[in-house]
């Protein structure tokens, strides 16, 4: 079974530009999450769809970032306009409906905004 | 807000140690995950605490469910080189089904062969 994974690994942009990150979820689980890390501190939510809806935004730092997840499938979290303090670990993770705090994680996407 | 604080923040040992680390909270979990974090790589789930008082062993790792349901600990035995990572204890926020996870800030573990 393969498990979440995560595009791209590493991206570098100047402040102002638009980034995109991808998520592909274990395929068959319903939930699907974003979470951020920024250096040295602890993972942080960002947000919960369950299928294609938004269960809980609450985490979202501000409107420059949308996240979706077309089709219950995969799901991209976009930063227009990318500001420095954005620079971080974005992780994915997705979980099972039955046991939503076992959540397996992907290998994440570093964010660089110079 | 709910906050999980881990110490130490980091450590440094030698191979074969014994290894303790610890997660506490001013208010109450009704889970605590284990979770460790490897060079380039995800955190990965290694231990599951659901009951006060749960004490539960995966290999050489023990974590332990306070009775208080405000803290954890998280032992590992006889340290090996590849057990250098970050480990993060996590809990879920409010209601025991959310799927919001907060995490502590992360025990840096490195070990010398």
């Known amino acids: 079974e393969a498990g979440v994974t995560q595009f791209p690994s590493h991206s570098v942009i100047e402040k102002g530009q638009t980034v995109t990150l991808r998520c592909d979820p274990i395929s068959g689980h319903d939930n699907l999450y974003w979470y951020r890390r920024v250096m040295g501190k602890e993972i942080k939510f960002l947000l919960h769809f369950v299928k294609e809806s938004k269960q809980d935004e609450s985490g979202m730092p501000n409107n420059r970032f949308l996240a979706e997840r077309t089709g219950g499938t995969y799901s991209t979290l976009k930063v227009q306009p990318a500001e420095l303090e954005d620079s971080g670990v974005y992780f994915c993770?997705?979980?099972?409906?039955?046991?939503?705090?076992?959540?397996?994680f992907g290998p994440g996407t570093r964010l660089t905004v110079t | 807000g709910q906050q999980l604080n881990q110490s130490p923040q980091s450590m440094f040992i030698q191979e074969g140690e014994d290894v303790s680390m610890n997660c506490t909270s001013s208010?109450?979990?009704?889970?605590w995950l284990w979770y460790k974090q490897d060079p380039g790589e995800g955190p990965v789930l290694l231990i599951a605490l659901y009951k006060a008082g749960e004490l539960t062993s995966n290999g050489r790792l023990t974590a332990q469910f306070g009775i208080t349901r405000k803290d954890s600990f998280l032992n590992i035995s006889a340290s090996i080189p590849s057990d250098v990572g970050i480990y993060f204890c996590a809990g879920p926020h409010g209601s025991s089904n959310t799927g919001k996870l907060i995490f502590g800030q992360g025990t840096t573990l490195q070990v010398k062969p």
């Open positions: 208010s109450i979990f009704n889970t």
């Open positions: 993770a997705s979980s099972q409906d039955w046991d939503r705090t076992r959540q397996y």
